[in-house]
């Protein structure tokens, strides 16, 4: 008779991430008298998420918001569960949008072009950032017929051949490749962007199919309305994390510790940790792929290679503030995206104390600028000086600034960002056949289905049912 027949199921969380903390709550909620610990290898829980207080600013780590809406419900349905949702503040109505550098200035993103699907005309046809035959090519994108292709695709490529090559390079690729901090031209768009291939897939045009999106939700492509759809726990990312951890009361959490091997006898799973051994009925792994992949190698060979085959990119984030008044041309966005092919040493710059209250102190601006990502890795390695000191450089040129930064933050995460490159899908199936068919190992994180923190949810909560279903007696 197994384990589960006579006592309550024990299932371990290994990764105390949001998708972790997400497995864990579901697996409370939805079978609160089994035994679940979660492990995490550090000191604190929420992974990757953090927020610090300095001197009255208000400076997140990583994410600073997340998506809300039909198209990624999973993150605010779990604060609605948890009470936490009128925690939860949108983007300041007046700046809401986003600029784009190019060849020296800072171009507004036309109005009603998400990602990379234009839904109104005029506002391309009045663009500044496109040439005439850019915009030519552009709106030409409704009469390009798309061939039925059952290979995965690049971003560049699907974009080039639907929009044009001046399109995609001042605007898709800022816009889309630093969602993943990736190399464009390795990037999915059948694993990054599905929704994009679907339009097109069922109307023919990215254009004909946001304008019948526009026409079941007319407000959906108004100006800003992308960013009316993200939210932020008003305390900072931190506090949502506190929240969750609030609602693990009856789960056992052991902070600081690694686990190394995992193995697999009579369909239970013994964790072997730095200080001992433990058996659990079931897993959930929620750790980078390259960690988990080390956990599986001698139990799960071919599952091991299928994981340490996804590539990773590193990142830093720098974060800057500036008193208002010493800055002679404001962004008057929530931040601006820098296309590749303009050769600067920065992805992005965000005005956090511009997208929600009380992120800095009266008369300042905080600032985030991001750097390295897969195509400029080199980034990464310099040291904080530098790293602040090209930052500042940046800012001043772009916004007129003339005094030094009132405050600096250096941010830096290696290895943190899955890349979905041409194949990602196929890999994925692959991942899946090699799981056990007893159910009992599952694995969730931002390396399967989205690297967003509604995805990471949703991939957490799915590993929680699909465990729950493997343990329960038929």
């Known amino acids: 008779m197994n384990s589960f027949q006579l006592n309550s199921p024990s299932v371990a969380v290994i990764g105390g991430g949001i998708s972790g903390l997400a497995a864990a709550h579901r697996l409370t909620e939805l079978e609160p008298s089994w035994s679940v610990t979660l492990l995490e290898s550090a000191q604190r829980l929420g992974g990757v998420i953090g927020t610090d207080r300095e001197d009255g600013f208000l400076i997140e780590r990583a994410a600073d918001n997340f998506l809300q809406g039909a198209t990624a419900p999973w993150a605010v349905a779990l604060c609605e569960r948890i009470g936490f949702k009128n925690q939860l503040i949108p983007t300041n109505e007046d700046l809401r949008g986003a600029k784009?550098?190019?060849?020296?200035?800072?171009?507004s993103v036309p109005a009603g072009f998400q990602l990379m699907a234009p839904s109104q005309l005029v506002p391309l046809l009045t663009t500044s950032l496109l040439s005439p035959l850019g915009k030519l090519r552009l709106i030409c994108e409704p009469l390009i017929r798309e061939a039925d292709v059952a290979e995965e695709r690049s971003l560049a490529s699907f974009a080039k051949r639907r929009l044009g090559r001046e399109a995609y390079e001042r605007l898709v690729e800022p816009l889309v490749a630093g969602i993943y901090t990736a190399?464009?031209?390795?990037l999915s768009v059948d694993a990054a962007l599905p929704q994009m291939v679907q339009l097109v897939r069922e109307h023919g045009s990215l254009y004909r199919g946001m304008r019948k999106r526009r026409e079941r939700q007319s407000k959906s492509t108004e100006r800003g309305a992308r960013y009316s759809l993200f939210v932020a726990p008003r305390d900072g990312m931190s506090s949502l994390v506190d929240a969750l951890t609030g609602q693990l009361r009856t789960t056992e959490i052991r902070y600081e510790t690694q686990v190394e091997k995992l193995r697999c006898e009579d369909e239970s799973w013994n964790l072997q940790t730095q200080d001992d051994r433990s058996k659990f009925d079931a897993v959930i792994v929620s750790t980078p792929n390259y960690v988990t992949a080390d956990l599986l190698r001698d139990e799960l060979p071919k599952l091991a290679r299928e994981l340490q085959a996804v590539e990773y990119a590193s990142s830093a984030v720098v974060c800057l503030a500036f008193e208002k008044r010493q800055i002679s041309r404001p962004l008057g966005a929530f931040g601006c995206v820098i296309p590749s092919a303009a050769g600067r040493p920065i992805l992005a710059i965000?005005?956090?104390?511009?997208?929600?209250?009380?992120?800095?102190?009266?008369?300042?601006?905080?600032?985030r600028v991001f750097l390295g990502g897969a195509l400029r890795p080199e980034m990464v390695d310099?040291?904080?000086?530098a790293l602040i000191a090209t930052a500042t450089s940046e800012l001043s040129e772009l916004l007129g600034i003339q005094s030094a930064p009132h405050l600096t933050r250096v941010v830096r995460w290696p290895r943190a960002m899955p890349q979905y490159t041409v194949g990602h899908l196929a890999r994925l199936e692959r991942i899946r056949t090699q799981l056990p068919a007893s159910g009992r190992?599952?694995?969730?994180?931002?390396?399967?289905?989205?690297?967003?923190?509604?995805?990471?949810?949703?991939?957490?909560?799915?590993?929680?049912?699909?465990?729950?279903?493997?343990?329960?007696?038929?």
């Open 441 to 474: 190992l599952q694995l969730a994180g931002n390396s399967f289905s989205g690297v967003g923190i509604p995805q990471c949810v949703r991939e957490g909560e799915a590993a929680a049912e699909r465990i729950v279903a493997a343990l329960k007696p038929r």
């Open 350 to 367: 965000s005005c956090a104390s511009a997208k929600f209250p009380d992120r800095a102190p009266a008369g300042m601006e905080l600032f």
């Open 183 to 186: 190399d464009p031209e390795q």
């Open 100 to 107: 784009i550098y190019w060849k020296g200035k800072l171009h």
């Open 382 to 385: 310099l040291s904080d000086a």
